[in-house]
């Protein structure tokens, strides 16, 4: 699983890389996600239906994201804008 | 007595006020030059900040990020016509949504293109890395969209709803929704024929 972050002046950023089943990575994987949405990010799940239809979820704890999950996207918060 | 004092205390007041004025003068300039240089530098600094060449590869890398979130179909929307169509699921009514980079999210009735409204929503990195909060055009339009599809109601409810027209000119809106309808019709007609050249003859 991947842990990405889209940045400005930038696009994604590659934060933690690892196996969930690897306990070790697991933490890191853990540590990682927690302190993004610790820092206001939102996480979403690039996912797609059984008709192939692309769409997302969007998780808020990391037990909540897919056990197949590839990556994870974090992005700044959406806010109401002028 | 009285009136006596209070003379003398406007005089003092009046001398006093003299007596200061060209220092007052004097510090206001100097405050103005401080504030001027101030701006100057801080518009210096933003200028080396600046990098066509770095938001160019961040654009790039955002363009191939959103690639791989969205299908095909609208991945070539995007790339083709410079938005993404997303369907809406709230109301009984069929609606969609079209995105934009750093535009607000417009609704429209599928039925009649009606413009229905324009919902002004922003990710702005409060972090701002080399100085600015906004993500590329493409990161902009894959956040929009990964909110929307994950939970339209939020995203929505989240948003400031403005009339149409606000920011999208209804004209262009409008112009983009025969564009797409000429889009779709071109992809789901005939399979794609190869450019003729200029001069050859089709063949019997």
């Known amino acids: 699983m991947k842990l990405l972050r889209v940045k400005p002046g930038h696009g994604e950023v590659v934060l933690a890389e690892g196996d969930v089943a690897v306990p070790e990575q697991y933490s890191r994987l853990l540590e990682t996600f927690s302190r993004e949405l610790d820092a ?43 | 007595m009285a009136l006596a004092l209070g003379t003398a205390a406007l005089m003092l007041g009046a001398l006093l006020s003299v007596l200061a004025l060209p220092h007052l003068r004097r510090s206001i300039d100097l405050a103005r030059l401080r504030l001027s240089e101030r701006t100057r530098q801080k518009r210096l600094a933003l200028v080396d900040e600046y990098d066509p ?3 160019l590869r961040a654009e790039q890398r955002a363009r191939t990020l959103l690639r791989s979130c969205v299908n095909e179909e609208d991945w070539a929307m995007y790339s083709e016509l410079g938005f993404l169509r997303v369907w809406g699921t709230l109301e009984a009514q069929p609606y969609a949504y079209l995105i934009y980079p750093h535009k607000p999210i417009l609704a429209y009735a599928l039925s009649t293109n009606r413009m229905l409204g324009e919902y002004c929503i922003e990710f702005p990195d409060r972090t701002r890395p080399y100085g600015t909060t906004r993500l ?22 989240q948003a400031n709803m403005h009339l149409a027209g606000r ?28 450019p003729r050249r200029a001069g050859s003859v089709s063949a019997l």
């Open chain 2, 136 to 157: 590329p055009d493409s990161d902009d339009v894959l956040a929009k969209w990964m909110a929307l599809t994950a939970d339209e109601r939020a995203l929505i409810e």
């Open chain 1, 40 to 82: 206001g990010m939102w996480a979403a799940v690039p996912t797609s239906t059984h008709s192939g239809k692309r769409e997302a979820e969007l998780v808020r704890s990391f037990e909540d994201v897919p056990a197949d999950a590839e990556r994870v996207i974090f992005f700044p918060r959406a806010a109401g804008g002028g």
């Open chain 2, 53 to 55: 060449g770095r938001e």
């Open chain 2, 167 to 194: 920011q999208i000119r209804i004209a262009k809106a409008r112009r983009d929704l025969v564009r797409l309808a000429c889009w779709e019709r071109e992809r789901s007609g005939s399979p794609r024929r190869a």
